[in-house]
């Protein structure tokens, strides 16, 4: 599982996407408890790559998609979906992280990265603009909160703006040295309250998630699982209720509802459990060295030198 969106409506309701095998979409009903596959209009019968989910918060049954087979809407929850993409996005299939934009319909930051690297839309994505200036390192993660947008690099940390990516600051007080952000959400019910999926490109290379309470002005490390970090976490969002969800492709989806002091497994090893959960191998000392070759884009097949299957 690599990427994850919650009903805003209804957080029991969850769209998940994996990388591994053709994993595609899966929705859930029960908080991630169980799930069931959600790709209809998506080609090859759904086995796609799923890079990344973005839900409009202004029309939350809104959610768009990137994928390794181009880049897809959904106004229905993901019940079903269509290819969009227009003027100022020349590669629609290099988009590999977004977010939705706050309470303007239509908004959407995405990054697609060499090809045009940080854009934003304001009209549901028929057409994009750029947004920065910003470092030339690899966009690993955005969110997005009204006027408030962060940008997760390899290597440079986090970066926001206060003005809907017309300028930005470095928000790095806290992280370890030489930070990647793999992963930033925003509490959608308290915005000055953060969370990232960090870790140090000088090592070591293990991963965990930080929060803020002051809209990323200082960060601290969480209670996060030693053993979902040993799997590489990936993916961070948060629901309407004020819990925050990290996915770790060894080990599912954790879910912590007490500001991350403690978090609980909500994955099923029923039904799609397979496609959701990347198969559980050992995590080797030496695959250090091999996460960080990807992550500087020297290996991989998905954006930013991630991995496939």
């Known amino acids: 599982m690599w990427t994850v969106s919650i009903d805003p409506?209804?957080?029991?309701?969850?769209?998940?996407?994996?990388?591994?095998?053709?994993?595609?979409?899966?929705?859930?009903?029960?908080?991630?408890?169980?799930?069931?596959?959600?790709?209809s209009g998506l080609p090859s019968g759904g086995e796609i790559d799923a890079y990344a989910l973005a839900r409009d918060p202004a029309a939350p049954q809104t959610v768009y998609l990137a994928s390794g087979d181009?880049?897809?809407?959904?106004?229905?929850?993901?019940?079903t979906w269509a290819p969009v993409g227009g003027v100022g996005l020349t590669c629609p299939t290099c988009v590999g992280v977004m977010s939705g934009g706050g309470s303007t319909p239509g908004l959407l930051y995405v990054n697609a990265s060499y090809a045009d690297g940080l854009r934003k839309t304001v009209d549901g994505g028929l057409t994009f603009?750029?947004?920065g200036p910003l470092p030339?390192?690899?966009?690993?993660?955005?969110?997005?909160?009204?006027?408030?947008?962060?940008?997760?690099?390899?290597h440079s940390g986090l970066y926001r703006s206060t003005d809907a990516?017309?300028?930005?600051?470095t928000a790095n007080d806290g992280l370890p040295a030489d930070p990647v952000i793999a992963a930033v959400a925003i509490d959608s019910g308290a915005p000055a309250n953060l969370y990232a999926v960090v870790y140090s490109v000088s090592g070591p290379y293990v991963p965990t998630v930080y929060a803020s309470t002051d809209a990323g002005a200082t960060w601290a490390p969480t209670a996060f699982p030693d053993v979902a970090t040993d799997y590489t976490p990936h993916v961070l969002t948060d629901d309407a209720?004020?819990?925050?969800?990290?996915?770790?492709?060894?080990?599912?989806?954790?879910?912590s509802c007490t500001g991350s002091a403690s978090w609980t497994n909500g994955t099923s090893e029923a039904?799609?459990?397979?496609?959701?959960?990347?198969?559980?191998?050992?995590?080797?000392?030496?695959?250090?060295?091999?996460?960080?070759?990807?992550a500087s884009g020297a290996g991989?097949?998905?954006?930013?030198?991630?991995?496939?299957?």
């Open 165 to 169: 990516g017309a300028t930005f600051v």
């Open 271 to 294: 039904g799609a459990a397979g496609s959701i959960r990347a198969r559980n191998r050992p995590r080797l000392a030496s695959t250090a060295a091999v996460d960080a070759r990807e």
């Open 136 to 154: 030339s390192d690899p966009i690993f993660s955005l969110a997005a909160h009204g006027s408030d947008v962060y940008v997760g690099f390899y």
């Open 300 to 309: 991989g097949t998905g954006p930013e030198g991630r991995r496939g299957p």
């Open 129 to 131: 603009q750029a947004v």
């Open 9 to 39: 409506s209804n957080p029991s309701r969850l769209l998940a996407g994996g990388l591994f095998m053709g994993a595609g979409i899966h929705t859930s009903v029960d908080g991630g408890a169980h799930w069931a596959a959600s790709n």
């Open 70 to 79: 181009g880049f897809f809407k959904s106004t229905n929850g993901g019940a």
């Open 241 to 255: 209720g004020g819990c925050v969800l990290a996915g770790s492709p060894g080990t599912g989806v954790w879910r």
